[in-house]
């Protein structure tokens, strides 16, 4: 679609190859961020409809708003993977109100918060501890 925004993921993407500061401070695939997964799977209900599965393959910083006028707009899955690898935690279920704001296509005028909503099922199978 020609006229919708950038989103989350798109936009930590350029400020990282860009040079600018993030939480991370570079790009790195899921294996390199998360060594201690083996398999990853995320289940996603947006707004009370199914929105998708999503493994290790398909897992970025970011899961993305899919709402057309939402600019920087998703969650951070990868903040409640960091936490649940940090707590060794195999499953959690949770929501995240969408980060974003409806606006102008480059984003400079706001017309308030996106109201999207998420819920997810996050279930994580991991590596053998070595001995």
């Given at each position: ?19 600018s500061s993030v939480l991370g401070g570079e790009l790195q695939t899921f294996a390199a961020a998360f060594p201690q997964i083996a398999h990853a799977r995320v289940e996603l209900t947006v707004d009370g409809r199914p929105g998708g599965v ?78």
């Amino acid at each position: 679609m020609a006229d919708e925004r950038k989103k989350a993921q798109e936009l930590m993407v350029e400020r990282v190859k860009s040079g600018s500061s993030v939480l991370g401070g570079e790009l790195q695939t899921f294996a390199a961020a998360f060594p201690q997964i083996a398999h990853a799977r995320v289940e996603l209900t947006v707004d009370g409809r199914p929105g998708g599965v999503y493994n290790e393959t398909f897992l970025g910083e970011y899961i993305n708003c899919r709402k057309p006028l939402c600019h920087d707009g998703g969650f951070s899955i990868g903040a409640v993977l960091r936490e649940m690898t940090a707590r060794r935690e195999s499953t959690r279920k949770g929501n995240a109100c969408c980060r974003g704001n409806e606006g102008s296509k480059g984003g400079r005028r706001v017309y308030g918060p996106c109201s999207v909503f998420f819920e997810y099922a996050v279930t994580i199978e991991y590596r053998p501890d070595p001995v």
